[in-house]
């Protein structure tokens, strides 16, 4: 006879989800759904109408983690919208702000994930912030890290968090020699950080992978499974670390491929709970006699590319662009980690190629006439797709398939064969960005339009 | 306490002639850059550069000497400096930034650092802050007003503008001078000046203006252990000439006095707006007051 | 240090670009987690499921009146925090959230969300999207001082922190609009320009020496408001501006002569 169990609110990751959870007599899990219980600002229907250059500005906002490359996947969905082509080196600072990006939120995620983790060689577990070593110089580099990360951005982006400098069209500002120096000289700073870090991280993940029992925070020891966080599904990603769009030339990207399911159609029914866990740290599961009922629960629609669930982020880039294929919860973890030096070798390379005196906004920008744009930005936790249609500066539609709602389903399925007191480390190992994923289902008319634009 | 705090008060003028031939007074703010920009004390320097129209200043950052040299010199009207002052740090990448400003933009400036709201890592960038001292300041149609106008003198041929001994003065390229009373200016002036209540820039690390010393001379309030330390080097380095302020004329006095006046004066419409208005039942309604 | 004082991150709907802030003091968020708050709550870093009882609560983001779970967890805030501060734009004023209008799956249904201070009582409000990381930091310092320093210190922590609290006090609206109603039109403007250097979207020029807004890129944040001189300017705590940023750098443990 299967449970079910309810962890709610989920913890150390962004936003608000809890976990459903049938499980077996072992407890171990059947079937998982994750959900996203963040409120639905409605960034999608509160676009319309609104000017171009302001919905990237607000898109960004969706998510403080990876506002750049909401920034950046709106602006360009905008700039294929209305076929504007930006200069070469406002294209140029765009790679140096993505990479800027990634390198700390990497550097983020590690903090988020190291409390699952143990020192190796030990039975200790990490709690990255207190003050004794080694763990401390660990949380200093991974500071360090993400200082020079958000430095790169401010100077590129204008901000860190939030940039102000892109623009559809290009950017606001060149930056000086200066500014490029120093963001030359930052990335050498942080090449041996980041290498040690991803060293020390892989070091970690490999060992908590060879564990047999993991403790759970209150002590308690589980049984892993051998294919901890594993899953079927297919991978999708639309560039090594940056975009493709649909001015490409040759698209990475295919909305012909998108099918979008509502959670009504997805999610579990209403369901009790009859497992309750007290001892489940912090302050235990949901009691048990309580309802719950993630179809009717769930804030985010469920994307499928080519009708089923796909992974994206780190371990589908390097699977698609590199022959990586390393499975389960830490395979991912391992992918991300393995993602550091690239971020630098590709931040000095654009630095490098870069004419601070070359113009960086578009001689023209158009205003546009409906036509169907789209980007898919390589964000870090995966592919960040923003469409839209622009008339007259204004937007008329705007659609953004962010990289947690494709992972939502891809996760939910991972948590598959896992005892259930683990599942929220592999939901940390997925992706742990919520407030971005709550897009709109798009209707099948609008589906009918996208497929017809792009046949003509 | 109209004067601030401060560690010394001098006359002063750059020993640099280059500096001097366009500077306004003793050529300080520049020189005083100029040596910081050299001692890698600052990365750059916010000035008032030239704009589009003839006197009509844009903020630039200046990170080479002659940049400094091109924004020598006051133009009696706006030059929002503090506008770049995130900028300097971002696309311009400056770690140690240097800015000039009146006293309102100190003031905005010494906000900015404690409340950083908007600000982020601008705080611990400010490497040297000059401030100006300051009377009024004018819209820019005010000025042309009261240069094309009053003064019968096209904004293009004047090459300086001064306000001295109750007067303003504009000399032109060919060597006139022409000169109106201030109470004629009065009427020019930017609303917001009337309600500010800071002469010398009391929240600078160094000060200056031209009351208070010889024409061609500044005075220099040095007033923070940041601008202590500066002006102690850029004087060891010989940047500067000095006198002791107790035996120049018109010293310290002439500066307590407007000092003293310019803060009465705009005081009482800082208590006026209080009353500016009237409410049904008869009592005042306000105005709104900045400093609460 | 037993002496700590207890803070939570309270996570409406935000989009945690505040708690990046706070976490972008880098090295100084450890020292203020070894020396002055224990961080009781905050569903992003540490795991503790339910509002706690605690000293100083930063809530990022507005609360949607439609989300019964959100309405519960910001009285749930208030109830248990000595101090509420609105962290950032949205907490305080909604920001991108003012423009919101449900109609998007799967809850079509969210469609109001307001700034805190419309549900709750505000102690400090920290405007900016996301408020500096230094002006966190400044806050989390001064709390501390507030509620565990010397006499002379409350004092000063005090002081500083009013005109936050007055500002929590002005109301729950922000928009580059308030230059123009509370600065210009009030006589007060004189044209530093701080206002178009602290806004995040770059929605404010200079033109002959007063500031232009472009209405249509505002996003509400309420930074160029609060970071102008003329907005408030309190000369008992500016004034001291050199002696209080040596006590705060102190109190980070960075160098002082
Ligand atoms: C509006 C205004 C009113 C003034 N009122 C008085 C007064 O009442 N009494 C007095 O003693 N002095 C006053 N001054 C200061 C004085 O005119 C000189 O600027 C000062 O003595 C510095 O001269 P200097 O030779 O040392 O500097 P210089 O080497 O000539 O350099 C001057 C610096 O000031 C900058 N600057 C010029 N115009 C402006 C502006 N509008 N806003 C901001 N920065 C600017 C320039 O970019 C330059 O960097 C005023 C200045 C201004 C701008
Ligand atoms: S009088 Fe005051 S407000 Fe006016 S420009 Fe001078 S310092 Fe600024
Ligand atoms: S104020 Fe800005 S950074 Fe903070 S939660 Fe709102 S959108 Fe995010
Ligand atoms: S103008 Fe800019 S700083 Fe002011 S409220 Fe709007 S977005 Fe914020
Ligand atoms: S910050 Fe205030 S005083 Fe300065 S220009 Fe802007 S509105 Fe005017």
Redesign the pocket.
Same mark, same amino acid.
């Given at each position: 006879m299967s449970k079910v169990v309810e962890i709610s609110p989920t913890t150390r990751h962004e936003g608000h989800t809890k976990l459903v959870l049938k499980v077996n007599d072992d407890g171990i899990i059947e079937r998982g759904d994750w959900l996203s219980l963040t409120p639905v600002r409605g960034i999608e229907k509160l676009a319309i109408g609104k000017s171009m250059h302001q919905v990237p500005k607000i898109s960004s906002r969706v998510c403080g983690i990876c506002p750049i490359a909401h920034t950046l996947a709106g602006i360009e969905a905008m700039e294929a919208s209305i076929g504007c082509e930006i200069p070469e080196d406002a294209y140029l600072l765009r790679i140096i702000l993505q990479c800027a990006n990634r390198l700390h939120s990497i550097a983020l995620h590690n903090i988020l994930s190291l409390p699952d983790m143990y020192l190796p060689g030990t039975d200790t577990k990490i709690n990255p912030f207190t003050p004794e070593q080694p763990v401390r110089s660990v949380a200093l580099r991974i500071q360090r890290i993400r200082e020079i990360g958000q430095t790169v951005g401010e100077i590129a982006g204008g901000e860190a968090i939030h940039p102000s400098n892109p623009r559809v069209g290009g950017m606001y500002k060149n930056i000086s020699p200066r500014a490029k120096a120093k963001i030359y000289d930052l990335a050498k700073e942080a090449l041996p950080l980041a290498r040690a870090q991803m060293d020390f991280m892989i070091s970690v993940f490999k060992n908590w992978e060879e564990r047999p029992m993991a403790s759970v925070a209150n002590g308690t020891e589980v049984e892993k499974n051998a294919k901890f966080g594993f899953h079927d599904q297919g991978y999708m990603a639309s560039a090594p670390l940056y975009a493709s769009t649909s001015l490409d030339v040759d698209p990475q990207w295919n909305p012909e491929r998108w099918t979008e399911v509502r959670p009504w159609d997805w999610y579990m029914g209403e369901m009790e709970i009859d497992l309750e866990d007290a001892s489940y740290p912090v302050g235990g599961t949901t009691k048990a006699g309580a309802k719950a009922w993630p179809q009717m629960e769930a804030c985010t629609g469920v994307p499928l590319y080519d009708g089923a669930p796909v992974e994206v982020g780190p371990r589908a880039r390097l699977a698609k662009y590199r022959d990586y294929d390393r499975k389960g919860a830490m395979g991912l973890q391992i992918a991300r980690q393995m993602e550091f030096p690239d971020c630098l070798y590709a931040m000095m390379e654009a630095a490098d190629a870069l004419d601070t005196s070359g113009s960086v906004l578009a001689d023209e920008i158009p205003c546009g006439d409906g036509t169907l744009g789209w980007c898919a930005n390589e964000a870090p936790r995966g592919t960040d797709v923003h469409l839209a249609k622009v008339k007259d500066n204004k937007v008329q539609w705007y659609s953004l398939l962010v990289p947690t709602t494709w992972n939502f389903p891809t996760c939910s399925r991972a948590l598959e064969g896992a005892p259930w007191q683990l599942a929220e480390v592999i939901v940390r190992a997925y992706d742990p960005c919520v407030s971005c994923a709550t897009h709109m289902l798009v209707v099948d008319e609008e589906k009918k339009v996208v497929a017809q634009k792009l046949v003509q | 306490m109209v004067l601030g705090n401060y560690k010394k008060a001098v006359a002063a003028r750059s020993t640099d002639s280059g %500096?001097l031939s366009? !500077?306004?007074?003793? #050529? +300080?703010? &520049? @020189?005083l $850059?100029a040596f910081a920009l050299d001692e890698g004390i600052i990365d750059g320097?916010i =000035?008032? #550069?030239p704009g589009a129209e003839p006197w009509l200043?844009e903020p630039v950052v200046a990170t080479t000497r002659a940049e /400094?040299l091109a924004?020598? #010199? *006051?133009?009696? *009207? %706006? !030059?929002p400096?503090m506008a770049l002052i995130k900028e300097a740090t971002r696309s311009y990448g400056l770690d140690k930034v240097g800015i =000039?400003? *009146?006293p309102c @933009?100190i003031q905005g400036l010494r906000k900015a650092q404690l409340y950083p709201l908007g600000m982020r890592d601008v705080p611990d960038k400010i490497a040297l802050a000059i401030g +100006? $001292?300051?009377?009024?300041? $004018?819209p820019y149609q005010g000025l042309e007003t009261m240069v094309e106008d009053h003064c019968n003198v096209k904004m293009e041929s004047a090459v300086k503008m001064? %306000?001295?001994k109750g007067k303003f003065s504009v000399y032109t390229e060919r060597g006139a001078l022409a000169q109106i009373p201030l109470k004629l200016t009065h009427k020019y002036e930017q609303p917001g000046c009337h309600v500010c209540l800071d002469?010398v820039s009391n929240l600078a690390d160094v000060s &200056?203006? !031209? =009351?208070?010393s010889p024409d061609g001379w !500044? *005075?220099v309030f040095v007033r923070t252990k940041v601008g202590d330390g500066v002006w102690a080097k850029a004087l060891a380095a010989g940047c500067f000439e000095t006198k002791p302020i107790e035996e120049v004329k018109p010293g310290l006095d002439l500066v307590t006095k /407007?000092a003293t006046e310019k803060i009465t004066k705009n005081q009482k419409t800082v208590e006026a707006r209080a009353s500016f208005g009237l409410k049904a039942d008869g009592s005042a309604k306000a105005l709104r007051n900045p400093y609460l | 240090m037993a002496n700590k004082i207890t803070v939570g991150h309270v996570h409406m709907s935000g989009c945690t670009g505040c708690l990046v802030s706070l976490a972008d003091n880098y090295e100084g968020l450890f020292k203020i987690l070894d020396d002055y708050a224990d961080l009781v709550y905050a569903l992003t870093l540490v795991d503790v499921r339910h509002v706690p009882e605690m000293d100083v609560a930063l809530v990022e983001g507005s609360v949607c009146i439609q989300d019964e779970t959100a309405v519960e967890e910001i009285r749930e805030t208030r109830k248990k925090a000595k101090v509420v501060v609105a962290l950032g734009g949205c907490a305080s004023y909604g920001n991108i959230t003012r423009f919101c209008r449900g109609g998007q799956w799967n809850q079509p249904q969210h469609e109001s969300y307001l700034p805190i201070g419309d549900l709750i009582d505000v102690d400090v409000v920290l405007p900016g999207c996301p408020p500096g990381a230094q002006a966190i930091r400044n806050t989390c310092v001064m709390a501390y001082l507030l509620l565990r320093g010397t006499d002379e210190q409350k004092a000063l922590a005090a002081a500083y922190l009013t005109p936050l609290m007055n500002l929590a006090k002005r109301g729950t609206e922000a928009c580059g609009c308030d230059l123009m109603i509370d600065v210009i039109n009030q006589g007060l403007c004189m044209g530093c320009g701080t206002c178009a250097a602290s806004c995040p979207v770059r929605a404010i020029s200079m033109a002959y020496g007063k500031p232009a807004i472009d209405r249509d890129m505002c996003i509400k944040c309420g930074a160029c408001y609060a970071q102008c001189p003329r907005s408030f300017f309190n000369f008992d705590v500016i004034n001291e501006f050199e002696s209080i940023t040596e006590l705060i750098g102190a109190a980070m443990g960075q160098g002082g002569e």
């Open positions: - | %500096i366009a !500077s306004q007074d003793g #050529g +300080i703010v &520049t @020189q $850059f320097a =000035v008032a #550069g200043p /400094l924004a020598r #010199g *006051t133009r009696y *009207t %706006i !030059s400096n =000039v400003g *009146t @933009q +100006i $001292f300051c009377m009024e300041n $004018f001064d %306000i001295g002469y &200056t203006g !031209s =009351v208070g !500044s *005075t /407007l | -």
